[in-house]
């Protein structure tokens, strides 16, 4: 079936680096992007999303970049910091054939550990 | 303010027992969902709903799963007969119309 999946399954950082996670989705109709934080004993937090028309959209400390040619998506983290240390998912929304609610489909996570 | 909140956040339960998982969603929030969370992976698509209806049910695994809102706020997932391998975390996240906000989940683990 189809699958939103992760390149890497852990990430290890030293505090201030910069930390990129990596995710390849394979559902070409995949038109909307999240990506999620999810720190133990606790629900997925939302992070940033992204649209497939867009192939860059920055937060706050974050951006996420989608490649639609590869079907690749990455989160970049600035200045990672300890609060940081989380696993992070991405999850597409699928919305052809008009099932336009919201319907996600998550990869298997990335775990990042960030060293003081 | 407040967020989504879920009880009972841990639940036991023996083979064969029935249980019952509750989610309260942001107040407003028309969309709900429900998904199931195995150790070391990502969350799963359960269910569906837009305020009392249930649009999509294609996730639940079984017919032993089974959930409701009937007021369109509360919404309950129930599981019959629990096997063990329903033991997972069962998460519930509601929506005013895109970003999905999660709650922290019920881990539920059948002995």
């Known amino acids: 079936g189809e699958s939103v999946g992760l390149h890497l399954p852990t990430l290890s950082v030293q505090e201030g680096d910069n930390s990129i996670i990596n995710c390849a989705y394979s559902?070409?109709?995949?038109?909307?992007f999240i990506w999620y934080k999810q720190e133990s004993g606790k629900g997925p937090q939302f992070i940033i999303d992204?649209?497939?028309?867009?192939d860059k959209r920055q937060g706050q400390r974050v951006t996420v970049l989608l490649n639609k040619t590869v079907k690749h998506l990455s989160l970049q983290i600035a200045a990672t910091q300890p609060g940081d240390s989380a696993v992070y998912f991405c999850?597409?929304?699928?919305?052809?054939?008009?099932?336009?609610?919201?319907?996600?489909?998550f990869g298997q996570g990335t775990i990042l550990t960030v060293h003081p | 303010g407040a967020g989504v909140s879920q009880s009972p956040r841990y639940k036991v339960a023996k083979r064969g027992q029935d249980v019952a998982l509750r989610c309260d969603p942001i107040?407003?929030?028309?969309?709900l969902f429900w998904y199931q969370q195995a150790l070391g992976q990502g969350p799963e698509f359960l269910t569906y709903?837009?305020?009392?209806?249930?649009?999509?049910k294609s996730g639940l695994p079984s017919d032993r799963f089974f959930a409701e809102r009937p007021e369109g706020s509360v919404s309950t997932l129930k599981i019959q007969r629990t096997q063990q391998e329903d033991s997972a975390v069962y998460l519930c996240?509601?929506?005013?119309?895109?970003?999905?906000?999660f709650g922290p989940g019920t881990r539920l683990l059948v002995l």
């Open positions: 559902n070409s109709a995949s038109d909307y």
């Open positions: 999850a597409d929304e699928n919305n052809a054939g008009g099932t336009s609610y919201g319907k996600l489909t």
């Open positions: 996240a509601s929506s005013p119309v895109e970003t999905q906000y």
């Open positions: 709903f837009q305020n009392e209806a249930q649009l999509d």
């Open positions: 107040s407003g929030h028309v969309s």
């Open positions: 992204i649209r497939s028309n867009m």
